[in-house]
């Protein structure tokens, strides 16, 4: 289950109803599912084969139909980062640096874990969130935010667009986050 760190507060939430109450007063979607559907030698792989990804999709189709319907999403893939990632050193410095997108930025993670570093609403600042397999996130259109991999450097997870021509990373230059932590 995601757990939270504020920034600003040194504030650490582990209570899922303390989580899912604070993500949604920051407007922040969240969910769980049941990953039974995913074969289980693919539960915790890391490399993974184009037939692999296609059998993580098919495991998770259910979930994935119902978010879309409800959210609007079109398309979907599947992520595998590791330290087998070509150039992830390269990808993970240009992930942490805060963003903003014109649509919301979804994950389900499938195995592993990451973290989403968000800009909270009002006087929250920023906060971290710390996905586990199953958990499921929307950071909404135009809020600041980055992802990245926690220390065990291993993520899989389903991205849902609605449109991915349109989602591209514009960077969100915030004095505030410098000062963080
Ligand atoms: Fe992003």
Known sequence: MATIFVRNTGEHLQDEAAV????????????????????????????????????????????????????????WDVIALSDATPNIEELLTKFEQVHT????????????????VIKGQGATGYFDVHLTAGDVISVPEYN???????KT???VAVRLFIDPSGWVAHPFIDPAFAAAP
């Open 153 to 155: 450097r291993q993520v």
């Open 101 to 116: 997108h014109t649509e919301d930025e979804v994950r389900a993670i499938a195995a592993g874990s990451g973290t989403f």
């Open 20 to 75: 899912a109450a604070f993500l949604s007063a920051n407007e922040i979607f969240y969910e769980h599912w049941d990953l039974s559907g995913i074969p289980g030698s693919l539960r915790d792989r890391f490399e993974l084969s184009d037939a692999d990804k296609e059998a993580i999709l098919l495991g998770l189709s259910d979930a994935i139909d119902r978010l879309a319907k409800s959210r609007g999403y079109v398309k």
């Open 144 to 150: 600041p935010h980055f992802f990245t991999l926690t």
